[in-house]
């Protein structure tokens, strides 16, 4: 494990200003300019039949089922008129569930969230037969739809077994993340800087009803002062540095997992462990669209 102290000194009004540029965990390898996140090519050929919207009713505790037929604590959401393209069966998404254990997600509160969010009302019709796949999507504007472990795997290292009360997101894209963190979660807010994939997530996430999630449309690199401080905050872009405005709205005890790097990335998990000090640590090797500021 690989274990850096570092001191921030800079208060919040220094990186959130409208000339502030972010900074972050200092890096130690030479990094290029990254590339998007590549989508799968292998699609699956047939799609299955059988509709199934849902949402969680109540919480979901620590004590849940074993993935091996969870009990699930979900209850159907009414949608008017589904569409044809989106009628993919629970079982095909259990099955995903089930292939995210086996790769290592051990978190029953992380399984069963991912169990109970319908991935295929999050893609374009043509790729309905690919929503259960273990692989990214493109949902348009060079972005990607992230492959169902890695969803999972950030999450678990963030929730690290506890109870999470504000979690802030960078990057909605199409809102699939930000509906599974709304069932782990006290309180989502989600940020995206693209204006027609917020539009895109807005529209994906109204039949779901999910009343403990708030997107906005905004530069995530300042990340969102108005709702901090965060006991989580988890990154679906990859910049050089993690942003030091984002470090400042963590809580103290608060953790943040975020891709770092260029063509070369890894999870990184950041904890903060007092007013100006956090601690870093590099997991696993991974793969996303570049982190940028602005909004467009």
Request: include cysteine.
């Amino acid at each position: 494990m690989n274990d850096k102290r570092s001191n921030f000194p800079l208060p919040l009004s220094s990186v959130t200003g409208s000339n502030a540029k972010p900074g972050g965990v200092p890096s130690s390898q030479p990094i290029r300019v990254a590339t998007p996140q590549t989508a799968t090519r292998n699609a699956a050929h047939t799609a299955v039949q059988g509709a199934f919207v849902a949402r969680v009713a109540t919480p979901v505790r620590s004590g849940a089922a074993p993935v091996q037929g969870f009990a699930q604590r979900v209850q159907p959401v009414p949608v008017a008129a589904p569409r044809a393209d989106m009628m993919i069966s629970d079982a095909i998404r259990n099955q995903m569930v089930q292939r995210v254990a086996r790769q290592g997600v051990q978190d029953q509160v992380v399984l069963a969230a991912l169990n109970t969010v319908p991935r295929h009302g999050f893609i374009e019709p043509a790729l309905s037969a690919q929503a259960y796949i273990d692989a990214s999507l493109p949902i348009g504007h060079h972005q990607t739809i992230s492959q169902p472990y890695i969803v999972a795997r950030m999450i678990e290292v963030m929730r690290n077994g506890g109870q999470l009360n504000n979690v802030l997101e960078i990057g909605t894209g199409c809102g699939y993340q930000a509906a599974v963190l709304s069932c782990v979660a006290r309180n989502v807010f989600s940020i995206e800087r693209i204006k027609p994939l917020h539009e895109l997530a807005k529209a994906n996430l109204r039949p779901l009803r999910i009343a403990n999630l708030r997107l906005h449309y905004g530069d995530g690199m300042l990340g969102l002062p108005q709702a901090a401080p965060f006991d989580g905050i988890i990154l679906a872009a990859a910049g050089l540095a993690v942003p030091q405005a984002l470090l400042e709205q963590l809580t103290i005890g608060g953790r943040l997992v975020a891709p770092v790097g260029a063509q070369t990335q890894h999870l990184q998990l950041i904890t903060r462990t007092g007013k100006a000090e956090w601690t870093s640590d590099t997991l696993e090797a991974c793969h996303f669209v570049p982190l940028r500021p602005g909004i467009v």
